[in-house]
């Protein structure tokens, strides 16, 4: 099945830098990698997700890349702002493509 | 669109006792698929339903069952509850057509 390692686990910026996550994939023949940010308290929300016939996608302060031949793919979100502190997961899914392996997810802590 | 729902938020059991939970997608959604969330483990997939079959299944014990109905609603039930057992439990709908997957609030159980 989809084994999906998430980078780092904890992850502390100052208010308006950059911050960085990165997941790594086993299956190949994944198509599909969705990137969740998950409040305390609340579900995951699905923020950005990206398909494999496309490198980067950008959507404001969030962009998502995919390396393919590498089988990684990043969460870079510019401007940090304290209400983007959150745990952030990366996904996969398995051949089966109706469910999804996440990572173990970062914890993103933005200090003002 | 009104999103996903799952009822109760929050639930007490005793060892020995069973639970069933609830979640009703959002409007159109065919697909539901339950995870669990602990801090231990993450998120793990349990199964996921569509058009009232399990079309995929996690690597839990038969404890765990689920059914979907005609609605697409679904109900996930766990029997002989264990101390192990206490976590977020979350439901998240698709289309069915791709894995875009939309999560409920959870249901917080606890095991005492």
């Known amino acids: 099945g989809e084994n999906v390692e998430q980078h780092p686990s904890t992850l502390s910026v100052q208010e308006g830098d950059s911050a960085v996550i990165k997941c790594t994939y086993s299956?190949?023949?994944?198509?599909?990698f969705p990137w969740y940010k998950q409040e305390l308290g609340k579900g995951p929300q699905l923020i950005i997700d990206?398909?494999?016939?496309?490198g980067e996608k950008k959507d404001q302060r969030i962009a998502v890349t995919l390396n393919k031949t590498a089988k990684h793919f990043s969460l870079h979100i510019t401007e940090t702002q304290p209400e983007d502190s959150a745990v952030y997961f990366c996904?996969?899914?398995?051949?089966?493509?109706?469910?999804?392996?996440f990572g173990k997810g970062t914890m993103l802590l933005v200090s003002p | 669109k009104a999103g996903v729902t799952q009822t109760p938020r929050y639930l007490i059991k005793t060892r020995g006792q069973q639970v069933t939970l609830s979640c009703s997608p959002i409007?159109?959604?065919?697909?539901v698929s339950w995870y669990q969330q602990t801090p231990g483990q993450g998120l793990q997939f349990l199964f996921e339903y569509f058009s009232e079959t399990q079309r995929n299944k996690g690597n839990f014990p038969g404890r765990f069952s689920g059914r979907q109905f005609s609605n697409s609603r679904s109900e996930m039930n766990v029997s002989t509850l264990e101390l192990g057992d206490s976590a977020l439990y979350l439901c998240?709908?698709?289309?069915?057509?791709?894995?875009?997957?939309?999560f409920g609030p959870g249901t917080r159980l606890t095991v005492l």
């Open positions: 996904a996969a899914p398995p051949r089966e493509y109706s469910t999804l392996t």
């Open positions: 998240a709908s698709s289309a069915g057509t791709g894995v875009e997957q939309f």
């Open positions: 990206i398909r494999s016939n496309v």
């Open positions: 299956d190949s023949a994944s198509n599909y």
């Open positions: 409007s159109g959604h065919r697909s």
